[in-house]
């Protein structure tokens, strides 16, 4: 589970935007100083996106037997709590903290590495998780698929 932290929310939240904040600094248009305001917008999205990560990962090791990480993934498929309004709460949450990172730092770089990190992982899901999970859970995922949404959630639950 270590292993799965370090390399994969840490990529995304703290090695990238680690080097793109350093890089944006050494160029003008990179950063505006930092507010108070950025700050309090920064704490409003990473307070339920850290929230929202750590019951998403909860879920994975303990209803899915498995974790987060694309090598070991959950042996069970988990369709309960957020799950149950929106397929990929996880990276919602992820996303949600890189914003809140871009808010912090006052950074449009940051911001930018949001929607490319949205892109890439839209791409991932469409050509590489959502078959694999078709191929793995069968009927259950194609029905859950069709009635849950990628990345909006909806206000009804989905009833398995």
Do not use: C
Not at 63 to 73: F, I, M, V
Not at 97 to 121: K, R
């Amino acid at each position: 589970m270590a292993k799965a932290v370090l390399i994969l929310p840490g990529t995304a939240l703290i090695y990238i935007p680690l080097l793109i904040h350093w890089f944006s600094e050494r160029w003008p248009f990179g950063s505006i100083p930092v507010t108070v305001w950025g700050l309090v917008l920064a704490a409003i999205l990473a307070a339920p996106a850290f929230a929202l990560a750590i019951a998403t990962t909860r879920l994975f090791i303990y209803d899915g037997e498995g974790t987060p990480a694309p090598w070991d993934p959950p042996r069970k498929f988990v369709v309960s709590g957020p799950y149950r309004f929106v397929r990929n709460p996880m990276l919602t949450a992820v996303i949600l903290v890189i914003i809140a990172e871009a808010a912090a730092l006052q950074s449009l770089p940051l911001l930018g590495w949001a929607v490319v990190f949205f892109f890439l992982n839209t791409l991932y899901f469409v050509f590489v998780e959502e078959p694999g999970l078709e191929q793995r859970f069968g009927e259950t995922y194609l029905q859950y698929k069709a009635s849950v949404p990628r990345w909006i959630p909806k206000l009804q639950p989905f009833q398995p």
